[in-house]
């Protein structure tokens, strides 16, 4: 796993889904520094163009942060660790809506992300695979943004 975060984990999508997962994000050994933050907005900048709704999803990450809302009733609470991030998005972020719009995205993205093929399984080089990943992201994108 060590040899995994050095080479792969500290890419800035990786970052935004470890900060953005219920699951660590209020966990006791929960870790944010500047570049952790650094990283976060980075990539919100790179995959959020319109300045507005980039404002409103800092604006909704500190609900996040501070638990207030649906992020602080019991049922969100309990299921943290029960729920898949994703689903947990979909059930409990209704009061920051562009925050979870971009989370639900960053978390679906991470799971079919490189970074969790073993080379065994997977023909394709790590960097190739980066590189498919971050076409077929920005083509949905493109694609969504002309609808």
């Known amino acids: 796993m060590d040899e995994r975060w050095e080479f792969q ?3 800035p999508l ?13 966990s006791q050994n929960f870790l944010v520094n500047a570049n952790i933050k650094i990283r976060l907005y980075n990539y919100i900048k790179r995959v959020v163009p319109d300045l507005n709704e980039r404002c ?6 500190k609900s996040f942060k501070d638990v ?7 049922a969100t609470k309990l299921a943290r660790d029960k ?3 994703a689903k947990w998005w979909d059930s409990y972020g209704a009061e920051c809506p562009e925050l979870e719009k971009f989370v639900i995205q960053v978390l679906s993205l991470t799971y079919s992300s ?10 394709l080089h790590q960097k190739k695979m980066n590189d498919l990943v971050f076409v077929m992201h920005n083509l949905k994108l493109k694609d969504r943004k002309a609808k």
């Open 9 to 11: 984990l500290h890419k």
């Open 14 to 26: 990786h970052v935004t889904a470890y900060y953005v997962n219920p699951h660590y994000h209020y």
């Open 56 to 61: 409103n999803i800092d604006m909704q990450l």
């Open 68 to 74: 207030r809302g649906l992020f602080g009733i019991e």
């Open 83 to 85: 729920k898949a991030q």
């Open 114 to 123: 490189s970074g969790f093929h073993a080379k065994r399984r997977n023909c």
